[in-house]
């Protein structure tokens, strides 16, 4: 278990954290969301003993984080860190080296994620010679290299192209079933929502909510009815805020879940058996709880 306890950092500016609390069970995936400047950056630097705290605890299984057991994260952070001189292989090798890993130990590891995240290719070439994408790999084999028990991924969806971003949800995946503890922050909300065990939302380096994903969904009021229909149908029901439409099928969202039922029932006497009723998306939650 992870827990963050009552973590105070003031950069005398106003900004940096301010009490913040939340714990991360093994196999878990949380989000630490919220806008440029919230204090997202400056909590994963707390954990990674980059900083040190002003007030409060961190500690893993009841260990307080400290320098001696930095072996136990791993780090994505959201600007390219990495010699560019270097070859993948070399810069591979020489962060394994920073963690006492053994050559034995290295190797093993660096052709497992090397074949993982599809990059063998590339072992030989100059790091500044990679794509955005290629490079943003590199940084993911980096931080995995030394099997931690915690990996921090600071937007790590950005300069990945739609395929690479389905091979980053599959590690997200791996990880989980590993019963890693993943922290990941990132803007792109409809690609991690559904990845995302829990969310901790930061402001002005407060937290502002936290909690299960499905959980928060649920006790918004708002519901959507997906259904397929070639015409924009059922649109100026009551009840209705808004719809949108994707290839066939028609989405419309309501107000609470008694207007979504009659829906549902109106569009099952017309007939139509492609239908389903569903939560807000995450976006929607955070729209209303910081509104």
Known sequence: MLKVEKVYKDYGNGRGVQNISFQIAKGKICGILG??????????????????????????????????IFQYFG???EERSMLRNLTLKEQVFYLAKLKKMNPKEI????????????IRQYTSSKIMELSKGNQQKVQFLCALIHHPQIIIFDEPLNGLDINNVQLFKQLLMKLRNEKKIVLISSHQYHN????????VYLKDG??????????????????IVKFKSKRDI?????GVINYYREKDFLYVT???I????????????????????QLVSLHDVIKEKTK
């Open 35 to 68: 806008s440029n400047g919230c204090g997202k950056t400056t909590t994963f630097r707390l954990l990674l003993n980059l900083l040190e705290t002003d007030s409060g605890t961190m500690t893993y299984d009841d260990e307080i984080l400290d320098k001696e």
């Open 75 to 77: 780090y994505v952070p």
């Open 107 to 118: 190797q093993e590891s660096y052709d497992y994620w090397i074949d993982y995240l599809q």
């Open 192 to 199: 991690i929502e559904h990845y995302c065990d829990q969310i």
């Open 206 to 223: 407060e937290v502002v909510f936290k909690g299960d994903v499905e959980k928060l969904k649920k006790k918004q009021e708002i519901r």
């Open 234 to 238: 059922f649109i100026k029901e009551e």
């Open 254 to 256: 309501l107000e609470n």
């Open 258 to 277: 008694a207007y979504a039922s009659s829906l549902v029932k109106k569009i099952m006497d017309k007939g139509i058996d492609e239908y389903s009723l």
